[in-house]
């Protein structure tokens, strides 16, 4: 005698790829509730001025660019003008920057290009912006994010770090990094959750003995106790601002 079918019943999908969604878009919320003033932590007002500061921040810190930088555009204050620059007097304006004659020869091939290529300006797409000299993809997002309005995920070190140490991706490839974290989270948030991320990991989770006890998203954080987990040990490692 056939027996009658089974009867399947609808189970809840506890996958890890669904748990680590929701795990790392409620890490995101959290991030932006503790650090409601989130942005780009370099100073500009154009998108040249954009793309010019992030390539200068490489190897350096974005208060050390930030004071060398209106003397910068004062002097030289879009592509043309930059691209005629006098070479001396350019590496002079960025030596306190380090790698002032990389540096130098960066902007003035970028600015060169911006006028040959694009008519003096920055161009707002990402397969354009990696074709400049000295741009990355990482750049391309910080200029796409911030200048132009166009989502993009900043891969920087403290971004990878914290990715890596919430269990969002075990890769190291910044490209692999981007790409993996982007599928967990709506595309219209990429570039907020850069700066959530980064500003946590310049201000709680350092690459150093992280301040695991004072961690507004430990609970959600499979790294726990890397660092200190005692709230008082904890936050005397906190920072109120970001890199000096």
């Not at 992030?54 to 003397?71: C, F, G, H, I, Y």
């Not at 993809?137 to 796409?144: E, H, I, M, S, Y």
Request: glycine share 8%; with cysteine; charged share 25%.
């Amino acid at each position: 005698m056939s027996q009658s079918p089974r009867r399947l019943t609808a189970v809840p999908d506890t996958s890890l790829g669904t748990s680590l969604v929701r795990r790392a878009r409620k890490v995101d919320r959290v991030l932006a509730e503790t650090y409601p003033d989130a942005r780009s932590e370099l100073d500009f007002t154009t998108p040249f001025e954009c793309l010019v500061v992030t390539v200068l921040s490489a190897q350096t810190t974005d208060k050390r660019v930030n004071l060398a930088s209106p003397a910068l555009f004062a002097a030289y204050p879009d592509p043309a003008a930059m691209a005629a620059a006098d070479r001396a007097h350019l590496e002079k304006l960025v030596g306190p920057l380090g790698f002032f004659r990389a540096k130098t020869d960066s902007l003035l091939k970028l600015s060169a290009a911006l006028v040959e290529q694009h008519g003096g300006q920055v161009p707002d797409r990402l397969d354009e912006l990696v074709k400049l000299p000295g741009v990355g993809r990482k750049t391309a997002n910080v200029v796409l994010g911030n200048a132009f309005g166009k989502p993009g995920i900043t891969v920087d070190t403290h971004f990878g770090r914290l990715a890596r140490r919430l269990g969002w991706t075990e890769e190291s490839d910044p490209v692999k990094v981007e790409h993996e974290v982007g599928a967990l989270f709506p595309k219209r948030d990429w570039t907020m959750l850069s700066h959530h991320l980064i500003w946590h990991g310049r201000r709680c989770c350092h690459a150093r003995n992280p301040a695991c006890g004072a961690c507004p998203v430990a609970r959600w954080c499979p790294s726990y106790g890397e660092g200190p987990t005692d709230p008082v040990k904890a936050a005397k490692l906190l920072r109120t601002e970001g890199r000096a």
